[in-house]
């Protein structure tokens, strides 16, 4: 099991990054979560991983936080609860405010979130109570690396196609973007995205 990685990162392509260790490169699927807080590119980055073994695929995913990587592993013992939908999770939610929506057992929040319906949502606060990890703030950053606000020319086209990944229409994410300043960095333009989405 890799349950830890120390790189260089060399690309990012929501919510996939590229991190070099030592000449080898290691694709990783993050939660928007983390991917907000990743340094800028060439600088070195520490994740705490989990990997997903399936018969066609081996699956890598990373997280900044130890608090992040032990939701997503709670996530995934959930019966119907795969490692894409628990990232969409986390993506949608921070860890702090999904154990909130878990406490006042609040499906609303959830029902936002692409691919959660009425139902899953229930089972998912049913499924978490009592069993989120303590302390479910920010938590411990594993590496250091400031916030990545790095302007890049083809910004939206990255944004779009984030939020496509995260299980959004063609439509919801072009309505998404058309509310972003032409200069949105990549992270501040997702974040700002999933907000307006994210409203009823």
């Given at each position: 099991?890799?349950?830890?990685?120390?790189?260089?990162?060399?690309?990012?392509?929501?919510?996939?990054?590229l991190?070099?260790?030592?000449?080898?490169?290691?694709?990783?699927?993050?939660?928007?979560?983390?991917?907000?807080?990743?340094?800028?590119?060439?600088?070195?980055?520490?994740?705490?991983?989990?990997?997903?073994?399936?018969?066609?695929?081996?699956?890598?995913?990373?997280?900044?936080?130890?608090?992040?990587?032990?939701?997503?592993?709670?996530?995934?013992?959930?019966?119907?609860?795969?490692?894409?939908?628990a990232?969409?999770?986390?993506?949608?939610?921070?860890?702090?405010?999904?154990?909130?929506?878990?406490?006042?057992?609040?499906?609303?929040?959830?029902?936002?979130?692409?691919?959660?319906?009425?139902?899953?949502?229930?089972?998912?606060?049913?499924?978490?109570?009592?069993?989120?990890?303590v302390?479910?703030?920010?938590?411990?950053?594993?590496?250091?690396?400031?916030?990545?606000?790095?302007?890049?020319?083809?910004?939206?086209?990255?944004?779009?196609?984030?939020?496509?990944?995260?299980?959004?229409?063609?439509?919801?994410?072009?309505?998404?973007?058309?509310?972003?300043?032409?200069?949105?960095?990549?992270?501040?333009?997702?974040?700002?995205?999933?907000?307006?989405?994210?409203?009823?």
């Amino acid at each position: 099991m890799i349950g830890r990685i120390t790189g260089t990162l060399l690309e990012k392509n929501p919510p996939q990054i590229l991190v070099d260790v030592t000449g080898v490169g290691y694709e990783i699927d993050v939660p928007m979560s983390t991917f907000y807080n990743l340094p800028n590119l060439g600088e070195k980055v520490a994740l705490v991983t989990h990997l997903v073994v399936r018969e066609d695929a081996h699956l890598l995913f990373g997280f900044l936080t130890e608090a992040e990587r032990a939701l997503f592993r709670q996530l995934l013992k959930i019966s119907g609860i795969g490692a894409r939908m628990a990232l969409a999770v986390l993506s949608g939610l921070s860890v702090a405010e999904l154990a909130q929506a878990v406490a006042l057992q609040e499906t609303g929040r959830l029902v936002k979130i692409p691919g959660i319906g009425k139902k899953t949502a229930e089972r998912l606060l049913l499924e978490l109570k009592g069993k989120l990890p303590v302390g479910t703030g920010a938590g411990t950053k594993v590496g250091a690396g400031g916030t990545a606000f790095t302007t890049v020319p083809d910004a939206m086209s990255d944004i779009l196609n984030a939020l496509l990944a995260l299980g959004y229409s063609e439509r919801e994410a072009a309505s998404a973007l058309k509310g972003l300043p032409a200069d949105s960095s990549v992270s501040e333009g997702i974040r700002q995205a999933l907000k307006s989405l994210a409203k009823p």
